[in-house]
């Protein structure tokens, strides 16, 4: 059984469609990207998926069990399987790396402060922040700060990371030493990632499934590993998206 599965999700504003009909599954311990062009609603998808907005119409289920449809209450706990990591890091700055990761769990855990201290301790070593507990976020880089929001993200040990473009801002080699760090984590964790994401490099390199999503048609372009995708698929989207150099602008997107 598939850890995701959205089936005919159709998402709007109103009387606008963003996209509909979307279909898919994540397969549990799979790497997943959404992708596509500036605006073409990769966010908007993640955001449905964990339900910060509703869908207009159709489905989300986790292990079999509709989301969509759940109560409150199993909703929430549904939830406690997922972690965020935001575009921005969302940190808050007015709090040490230790005390941002702390946060979630004295929330929803019943750990003494002593024990949250250790966890919050281990989950920043976990992405390579040993030594850091103390440091606010505007005294760290933009790749620190990234991995010190995956870390709050993992706070509780959820199975599920959701990432929101973990590399946009980063130069290419934090990019990829925030990759290689995904990685490590699937590997040692058994974690499933679904990840926004328009880095070719990461795409690429991490990424063993995905869909894309086209602005010309309203749903999913293709669908599969985006190796496969970037060689044989028909949607000249698809190839253009994931053939551009990285002058070129997504496609779907802006110049």
Request: with cysteine; proline share 4%; glycine share 10%.
């Amino acid at each position: 059984m598939a850890r995701i599965t959205v089936r005919d999700v159709t998402m709007a504003f109103g009387d606008f469609v963003v996209m509909r009909d979307l279909g898919f599954d994540v397969r549990r311990g799979s790497i997943f990207f959404i992708m596509g062009g500036s605006g073409c609603g990769k966010s908007t998808l993640v955001r449905t998926m964990i339900g910060l907005k509703e869908p207009a119409r159709g489905d989300v289920r986790y292990d079999g069990v509709s989301f969509t449809a759940a109560s409150p209450e199993e909703r929430e706990r549904i939830r406690h399987s997922f972690g965020v990591l935001y575009q921005t890091g969302a940190l808050w700055s007015s709090m040490t790396l230790a005390e941002n990761v702390a946060l979630p769990l004295g929330e929803f855990t019943d750990l003494s402060p002593g024990e949250i201290e250790e966890v919050a301790a281990l989950k920043l070593a976990l992405v390579g922040l040993k030594g850091f507990e103390d440091y606010f976020p505007s005294e760290i880089s933009g790749g620190m700060q990234k991995r010190a929001g995956l870390a709050r993200a993992m706070a509780l040990d959820p199975d599920i990371l959701f990432l929101d473009e973990p590399s946009a801002g980063l130069d290419p080699v934090t990019s990829q030493l925030l990759d290689e760090l995904i990685l490590a984590l699937r590997d040692s964790l058994g974690a499933t990632f679904v990840i926004v994401s328009h880095e070719l490099a990461s795409i690429m390199g991490i990424g063993d499934d995905s869909i894309f999503l086209d602005t010309d048609i309203r749903t999913i372009g293709a669908r599969g590993n985006p190796r496969t995708l970037r060689d044989h698929a028909d949607n000249e989207n698809v190839r253009r998206f994931l053939t551009r150099t990285a002058a070129m602008p997504a496609a779907g997107g802006t110049p």
